[in-house]
C-alpha cells in the first residue's frame, strides 16, 4: 500500500497484489515455499501462538484473532538453533528502487533471531537485515532497500529467504 500525504486531504492508493505479496489470509504461504532442506518449517495460525507469555495474541492484518499469520513454535519438539526458512518466487535484479517490506513480532524471555537473506543459485547470501531478542509485545515494521544490496548481475534471479531461529526455551516465539 502506498500512501502519500499533502497539506491538503490524505491520498490513498492501493495496489493490487502482485506474486510476491502475502499476508496469510489465505491460511496458506501464498506463492512462498518451505525449504525443504531444513526439518522445522513456519506454521499458518490465527488467534494467538500455543505458548503464552510469547507471540501475538492477533495478526497485524486484520487486527483480530481472527486473522492468519506465520511464526515459528518454539516448545517442543523444537530445539535450540532449529531453523525455519520461507522462500520468496524469483525476483530480477533492477537498476529501480525496490524494497521488502514487512511486519513482525518477536515477544518472549527467549527470542534469538529472525534474519532476510538473498538467495542466489540455491545459496544464502548476506544477511540483508537481522533482528535478535526480545522487541516488545508488538507488531513492528520492516523495510530493505533491495537497490545495490543484492550481489548479483542485473537481470539474472534471486529469491528472498525469511528465516526464524529458535532460542534457549519455549518463550521465544517468532511471527
Known sequence: ??????????????????????????NCTCNWKH?????????????ST??????????HTTGSRLGFFIYIETSTPAKFNDTARLISPDLIVTNDE?????????FGSYV????????????????????????????LFGRISLRGNIEQTIGQPYQLVVE????????????
Open 98 to 106: 525496490q524494497c521488502f517490506q514487512f511486519y513482525y513480532h518477536m
Open 112 to 139: 534469538y533471531r529472525l534474519n532476510v537473506y538473498a538467495r542466489i543459485n540455491g545459496n544464502l547470501g548476506k544477511a540483508l537485515w537481522q533482528k535478535e531478542g526480545n522487541q516488545g509485545n508488538q507488531w
Open 50 to 59: 500455543l505458548t503464552s507469555g510469547t507471540g501475538p495474541d492477533s495478526d
Open 1 to 26: 500500500k502506498l500512501t502519500t500525504t499533502s497539506s491538503g486531504p490524505i491520498t490513498s492508493t492501493t495496489y493490487p497484489p502482485t506474486i510476491y505479496d502475502c499476508d496469510f489470509e489465505c
Open 164 to 175: 526464524g531461529i529458535v532460542g534457549k526455551s519455549i518463550q521465544g516465539d517468532i511471527s
Open 35 to 47: 525449504d525443504d532442506t531444513t526439518k522445522f518449517q513456519w506454521i499458518v495460525t490465527k488467534g
